[in-house]
């Protein structure tokens, strides 16, 4: 699976900016579809994922309630959008896919395929 990621720029805090990340290969729908993110310095993050048939989604406590992750298996991607955007979320965010549980999705970061990271800087 390759996986690239698009959306991200500069935008003022309170703003909103959606990020998508389009996959290949046929198995798209049998992926666990997450997001993460490097802030300078930091580690990476996780902040969102959402199961392979869209009912289950998790998020990081920072972002609960700002932003929805969401994906459409016919076109094969994966969306974040992110609304009531901070300073805070300024980072390189990827996109990534698992075939495994979420719990080692959200509790451990442990993807199967990433794609490159797109930057989001969030203005004071």
């Known amino acids: 699976v390759q996986l690239q990621a698009s959306g991200g720029g500069l935008v003022q805090a309170g703003g909103s900016l959606r990020l998508s990340c389009a996959a290949s290969?046929?198995?798209?729908?049998?992926?666990?579809m997450g997001w993460f993110r490097q802030a300078p310095g930091k580690e990476r993050e996780f902040v969102a994922a959402?199961?392979?048939?869209?009912?289950?989604?998790y998020y990081t406590d920072s972002v609960e309630g700002r932003f929805t992750i969401s994906r459409d298996n016919a076109k094969n991607t994966v969306y974040l959008q992110m609304n009531s955007l901070k300073p805070e979320d300024t980072a390189v965010y990827y996109c990534?896919?698992?075939?495994?549980?979420?719990?080692?999705?959200?509790?451990?970061?442990?993807?199967?395929?990433w794609g490159l990271g797109t930057l989001v800087t969030v203005s004071s």
């Open positions: 990534a896919a698992s075939l495994g549980t979420p719990r080692t999705v959200v509790g451990g970061g442990i993807m199967d395929y």
């Open positions: 290969g046929r198995t798209f729908s049998s992926y666990i």
């Open positions: 959402i199961t392979w048939s869209g009912r289950a989604t």
